[in-house]
């Protein structure tokens, strides 16, 4: 019986996570204005990188197997953090909008009111 290594090495191929990290990326750029934001557009820019080394480990064949799972694991706990924080800033965003928007919009309901009594 043959045993190639090489390919059981590569049956569980660690994931890298790229899409999700491209993803967080886009949407953080676009909420780029926030606090969290910002922070999320950074983590996504780490996930990314971390994405990248996952291919790039796995090049080197059986010796990278290890780094390469440890990247991944790394790209997944960033990608985690910079959805949950552009979550967070979405619905802060929509919160705000909910409250105040329609608050200012009440109040300028009013003003034009009062100008036509």
Known sequence: MEFHYEQA??????NDY???SIIN???SIVL??????????????IALTKSNNVSKYLMMGE???LPAQQASKDAKTYNI???ALLVVDSLGTIMYYIFFGFA???QAFQ???SHNM
């Open 111 to 113: 003003q034009a009111m």
């Open 18 to 20: 790229k899409t999700w």
């Open 81 to 83: 953090v910079a959805t």
């Open 9 to 14: 090495a590569f049956s569980n191929k660690p």
């Open 32 to 45: 780029c204005c926030s606090c969290c934001g910002i922070i999320s557009l950074v983590l996504s820019i």
């Open 25 to 27: 990326l886009v949407v």
């Open 63 to 65: 010796n990278g197997i």
């Open 104 to 106: 200012q919009f009440s």
